[in-house]
């Protein structure tokens, strides 16, 4: 397999005994369907350590935003969507293997930018009450008590472009 941005031959590794395909020559790297699931969390021994071992071939590329083919079935192009409801982080998706490409960085992005279970409840009782997405103007919610609430901020403003939840 190549890397679908720069060409280079894909290097497999294990990860807790999971295998992916990094690119060495700008940090990106590829998973087979679901594969993904295992590294997400930072809370994960096998997410932190991916994401180590990404950094240190991190690379920006000036074509990062350009489409590419499926390193694993080459003349499928990959689709380009958000990975969560809150719209942070866009990925690419092959429609054929359902295989994930993440460039430089993004891994890392997606474990910052992953909510807690707490979380994950507040914001769906709050976009249960609202009705609706929130935005950043909402006015804070009176059952979050005051410690969280900077963080929910941030929550909230992440959410701003939610449509649907489910
Ligand atoms: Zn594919």
Redesign the pocket.
């Given at each position: 397999m190549k890397c679908p941005r720069t060409g280079t031959v894909l290097k497999t590794i294990k990860v807790g005994g999971i295998k992916v395909e990094v690119s060495e020559s700008c940090g990106g790297v590829f998973f087979d369907n679901f594969e993904l699931d295992n590294f997400k969390s930072s809370k994960d021994p096998r997410g932190n350590a991916l994401v180590n071992h990404l950094k240190q071939f991190s690379k920006s590329l000036p074509n990062e935003r350009e489409r590419i083919s499926?390193p694993?079935?080459s003349d499928?192009v990959m689709m380009r969507r958000y990975y969560s409801p809150l719209k942070v982080i866009e990925i690419d998706e092959?429609p054929?293997?359902a295989?994930i490409w993440l460039d430089t960085g993004e891994l890392e992005k997606m474990q910052d930018n992953e909510l807690s279970e707490r979380e994950l409840a507040l914001l769906r009782a709050y976009m249960v009450e609202k009705n609706t997405a929130p935005t950043i103007d909402s006015p804070k919610h009176r059952f979050m008590p005051t410690q969280e609430s900077s963080r929910m901020e941030k929550v909230l403003e992440l959410a701003m472009n939610v449509v649907r939840w489910y």
């Open positions: 499926c694993k079935c499928t092959c054929g293997c295989g």
